[in-house]
């Protein structure tokens, strides 16, 4: 038996062309647009920091490299919705089906090359992004720790320069003066410290960045009197009363690549042999100082201790300890004791308290960081398989939608990354949280995003007009019970002439069938449940419906204005409006069980049920009227 080979034709070079063309320009301006929204997050950092291109250009070169992994999938969406809207529009997709080549078929190429660009994507999050990352976050803090000066916040205390806690109520940024400024200076120590209190004051640098001159106005200074040879408890301070004083900092006013050792323990900058590392050494680690503040917590809490004195009644020695029965000694102890101990024992309870709050946020801060590690190690294999995920929504949606351009494409793409967007982060937070488990978080994105693919690429493979504006008109009349109208009118040429007289019997007969059938299934009260889910086909519906729906056709052929007007008055009626949703009874089965779905398609049958009893109602009226109708008019 011979293994059939997929051989490269030149549709499939076509394609490919004309796929990756598409994807180079979609992916420099997704890369593009994420190094802006980088840039904006951190642009207050830049700001009056005097950095150099140099120092830029290894800014965004870091950054464009951590933001490939991110940028690549939505790239990939963005190319495939143009490729197929394009092949969509110029008529070439269906040129290719005419030819008998499936959909599938055609993605093939395209399949194997998005392939690739996982196992791209992922080679990237490993081994170059991982360092593009420690690099980047190290530049960021050296860039935030260069010329600290500028960065003085208004309404907090700014603690960034070394040996100084400044303070600045308001600052005016038309003239650079800063109002309200307390400078608490201890740079020579605490025992030396001063406090330097002012109206206003402005910052002036020196040539060289070394030294931050701020002139304060109108203000005191306190200093602390250390010289002297008195009592600590006793400690004087000096104050002076000043108009203009200035005060010299010292900063590091340059540039300077600070050390990345401290960044290393980031998950973001580890490839996954270190995650792996790093988990079982965090779960060894969280284990171990669990286990401690359990043995803490037990022994503190549950082994009670007397410590009696001597004006017990039990006349025991003062600090001897001993295991005892509490409400015994209680019972007995004297009312002073009882007070003592209670106080005592609120203290501890107190105290216990604050030690538990302690301990649980410490817990709580080393589970986020191994769930952070956990994480990271998921959307290594997350990330790379958004691509071919991306794909399967592209591909598909273009060939539905038919649409080129960057005008449907743009929009679908960032819809559908909007929703990626929302489950990814939630996912990720909750997980970090410890709410979810790590895969769970990491995986939920996919996991909604992969059916909807699937679901995708079965539609445009069947040729499903799931897009197309008459089917989404139907799907949401089906779901909220819209009602339709018709659309008859007098036609120009009749082949044959209705036959009146046998459609009066007809209509009379219609009358009848729809008064008993709403006595029969009692349409004015709420549907039964066995009936929804568990119920069968009514055929008794259908068969007046095919009756019903053949005498609206055959009198449509009428050139009575009259009739026609009145044939455009009877209702479209709903078959399954008392029947089960699905035709497959494990499916109605299943709705039942998933709670709330069941409980909206219970509803949806309510409003079914209320719109046929309406529907009905119209057709006995009708009938009667189109009856009369006839009469006058001599036809039976």
């Avoid at 400690?235 to 401290?262: C, H, L, N, Q, W």
């Avoid at 488990?437 to 040729?463: C, E, I, K």
């Avoid at 018709?486 to 729809?514: C, F, G, N, W």
Wanted: aromatic share 12%; proline share 3%; charged share 25%.
């Amino acid at each position: 038996m011979k293994i059939p080979r997929f051989h490269i034709k030149k549709m499939d070079i076509f394609i490919t062309k004309t796929f990756l063309s598409n994807l180079m320009g979609t992916f420099f301006i997704c890369l593009f647009i994420f190094i802006m929204q980088l840039l904006w997050m951190w642009v207050d950092d830049f700001v009056e920091k005097g950095l150099d291109m140099a120092v830029l250009a290894k800014f965004f070169a870091y950054g464009s490299i951590t933001l490939v992994s991110q940028s690549l999938p939505l790239a990939i969406l963005l190319a495939a919705l143009m490729t197929f809207g394009n092949f969509g529009e110029r008529l070439e997709l269906l040129s290719m089906k005419a030819a008998g080549i499936s959909l599938l078929r055609i993605m093939a190429p395209l399949v194997i090359c998005c392939s690739i660009l996982c196992g791209v994507s992922f080679y990237f999050q490993n081994v170059i992004s991982p360092y593009a990352q420690m690099k980047l976050y190290t530049m960021m803090y050296s860039i935030k720790q260069s010329s600290p000066e500028s960065e003085i916040p208004e309404g907090i205390f700014y603690d960034n320069i070394e040996g100084y806690n400044i303070y600045v109520e308001h600052k005016d940024k038309e003239t650079g003066m800063l109002h309200n400024v307390i400078i608490y200076d201890m740079s020579s120590g605490f025992e030396n410290s001063n406090i330097i209190l002012s109206d206003s004051a402005e910052i002036i640098n020196t040539s060289d960045e070394k030294l931050m001159i701020m002139a304060m106005y109108s203000g005191e200074q306190f200093s602390n009197l250390t010289d002297q040879q008195i009592e600590k408890k006793n400690r004087p301070y000096r104050r002076e009363t000043f108009s203009r004083k200035e005060v010299i900092i010292k900063i590091d006013g340059g540039f300077e690549m600070k050390d990345a050792d401290f960044i290393k323990s980031n998950a973001a900058s580890k490839n996954i042999k270190e995650l792996g590392r790093d988990i079982d050494s965090l779960k060894l680690s969280n284990d171990s100082v669990g286990k401690q503040n359990w043995k803490g917590a037990v022994r503190s809490t549950y082994k009670a201790k007397i410590n009696f004195t001597k004006n017990d009644s039990t006349q025991m020695k003062r600090n001897d300890t001993y295991n005892v029965n509490v409400d015994s000694v209680y019972n007995i102890a004297t009312k002073h004791s009882k007070i003592v101990w209670k106080r005592a024992q609120l203290n501890k309870i107190k105290q216990l308290k604050v030690d538990y709050e302690i301990k649980n946020n410490i817990m709580h801060s080393l589970d986020k960081d191994l769930n952070r590690h956990k994480i990271s190690w998921w959307e290594k294999f997350t990330l790379s398989l958004g691509c071919l995920i991306f794909f399967f929504i592209g591909a598909p949606l273009g060939a539905i939608v038919r649409k080129g351009g960057l005008g449907y494409p743009v929009l679908i793409s960032v819809a559908t990354f909007i929703l990626y967007y929302i489950f990814s982060t939630s996912g990720a937070k909750l997980a970090r949280e410890g709410e979810w488990h790590a895969w769970y978080g990491a995986w939920l994105s996919t996991m909604v995003l992969a059916p909807l693919g699937a679901f995708f690429t079965y539609q445009a493979n069947r040729d499903s007009g799931i897009f197309n504006k008459d089917s989404i008109k139907a799907f949401f009349g089906t779901l909220f019970a819209i009602p339709e109208k018709r659309h008859i009118t007098i036609k120009e040429v009749v082949i044959e002439d209705p036959d009146y007289s046998k459609d009066s019997l007809i209509l009379k007969e219609l009358h009848e069938e729809a008064r008993l059938y709403k006595k029969k299934n009692r349409l004015n009260k709420l549907p039964s449940i066995r009936n929804i889910f568990f119920g069968n086909e009514d055929t008794q519906l259908k068969s007046f419906n095919e009756k019903y729906e053949k005498l609206i056709e055959e009198m449509g052929n009428s050139k009575d204005r009259k009739v026609i007007m009145l044939l455009n008055e009877f209702p479209v009626l709903e078959i399954k409006a008392v029947s089960s949703p699905f035709k497959r009874a494990w499916m109605n089965i299943f709705s039942l069980i998933l709670f709330p779905l069941g409980i909206i398609i219970y509803l949806r049958a309510v409003r079914f049920r209320i719109r046929l009893m309406k529907d009905l109602v119209t057709i006995e009226t009708n009938t009667y009227r189109i009856i009369n109708i006839l009469k006058k008019q001599n036809l039976i």
